[in-house]
């Protein structure tokens, strides 16, 4: 299901940038294309990669979508009020078409406009320049024309896909969440939430590091779904959300769980749903692993409090929320077996591990030899000995 709300903004974003003359795409899953590197996608770009590095793209040069989107890189954050592993990514673009000026007025005018947000709760960054690129001018005067404060970072704002390829400075909004008037600059004080980013692709690193102008200048943007919906209902984090409703109503009521392993687990399962719903299974490499990894942290967490608690008590509801949410044709009953028999798995793997580790050998501190003959011979990860430890 649907929130109404969660409807509303998705539809006012496209609409928007429609009557702007982008053309909307359709989101594509999380498994990104064929021949790519990269595990999961990450951002509402990554489909577009081809086309932001210069190939015509056959709907035009501006288009609007919405994309889910995973990141490992931000698991440890994952507990907070603001971050998840899975989520969703409304998303605008230039393939080289209007520039950083064009954009940020766009962002401006939809989010106090459109979404009805005080001018007086935003805050923006902008880059400040470094050795190899000069401060974001168009960005920084165009603020300073819609009289919004501006903080400079450098390293806060440069955005890039990973070590080598598109990169460039962005400009992020933020939205402060604080109780009163607003203080401090969104590195100073948490409270400041950032929303939205405008990414302005304007360069290529190359491996040894040096930056090439590309040819077309693009804008990439991205807003994250939950995080809007969070500051439009007024919540004091994501969880709280109407996306999240049937999670926090359920869960409280099957396991006690503090207020972030409650999250964890909460974001571990809903991700792990979405990514079997993708098509996934768990394995020992590549996206399987990271499936795998989730599943088992959660596990962790609900086994450290009592060993009887299980994913077979999870309720049908939150299978088919999140799926249905998601647009994923899986069945409920398949994605609840293949969670269910990790969990089996697990279990099993845990009990050899006990058995394994009461040898005499181990009665000491392990060392690198130690972990390397546990983990060849008997398939016990380093994170696993130390857990049964």
């Avoid at 509303?8 to 429609?18: A, E, G, L, P, Y």
């Avoid at 109503?249 to 409650?262: D, F, G, S």
Wanted: proline share 5%.
């Amino acid at each position: 299901m649907t929130t109404t709300l969660q409807k509303t903004i998705s539809r006012t974003f496209i609409d928007f940038f429609q009557q702007h003359g982008h053309i909307p795409t359709t989101g594509s899953t999380l498994i990104p294309r064929l021949g790519d590197p990269v595990l999961f996608t990450t951002s509402g770009m990554h489909p577009l990669t081809p086309y932001l590095e210069g190939e015509p793209h056959p709907m035009g040069r501006r288009l609007v979508g919405i994309q889910r989107c995973l990141r490992t890189t931000d698991l440890d954050e994952v507990g907070d009020p603001t971050h998840l592993t899975v989520f969703e990514m409304l998303g605008s673009w230039s393939l080289g078409d209007y520039g950083s000026g064009q954009t940020l007025r766009w962002g401006y005018e939809l989010l106090t406009e459109g979404f009805g947000i005080d001018p007086r709760r935003l805050y923006v960054t902008v880059f400040g320049g470094d050795s190899q690129v000069p401060l974001d001018q168009e960005s920084l005067q165009t603020w300073q024309e819609l009289g919004l404060p501006i903080e400079l970072t450098t390293e806060d704002n440069w955005w890039s896909n990973g070590p080598t390829g598109p990169c460039g400075p962005d400009s992020e909004m933020f939205v402060w969440t604080g109780d009163g008037d607003p203080i401090g600059t969104p590195t100073t004080d948490d409270r400041w939430v950032e929303v939205w980013n405008h990414v302005m692709m304007r360069y290529r690193r190359h491996d040894d590091g040096s930056l090439e102008t590309l040819q077309q200048q693009n804008i990439d943007t991205g807003l994250g779904l939950e995080r809007l919906t969070m500051l439009l209902e007024g919540k004091d984090s994501v969880y709280e959300t109407s996306l999240f409703e049937p999670w926090m109503r359920q869960i409280p009521q099957l396991w006690n769980l503090n207020t972030e392993e409650q999250r964890i687990v909460i974001d571990h399962l809903r991700s792990s749903i979405v990514i079997v719903g993708d098509g996934v299974h768990p394995s020992n490499t590549g996206r399987g692993y990271v499936l795998r990894r989730l599943i088992r942290r959660v596990l962790t967490i609900l086994w450290s409090g009592d060993e009887s608690r299980s994913l077979s008590d999870l309720p049908l509801e939150l299978f088919e929320h999140t799926l249905n949410h998601f647009h994923q044709g899986e069945s409920v009953t398949l994605v609840r077996r293949i969670l269910i028999d990790e969990e089996i798995r697990f279990s099993n793997l845990l009990d050899r591990g006990r058995k394994v580790l009461s040898h005499e050998r181990f009665h000491k501190s392990l060392d690198e030899t130690d972990y390397e003959y546990l983990h060849e011979t008997h398939g016990l990860p380093r994170e696993l000995v130390a857990m049964l430890l």
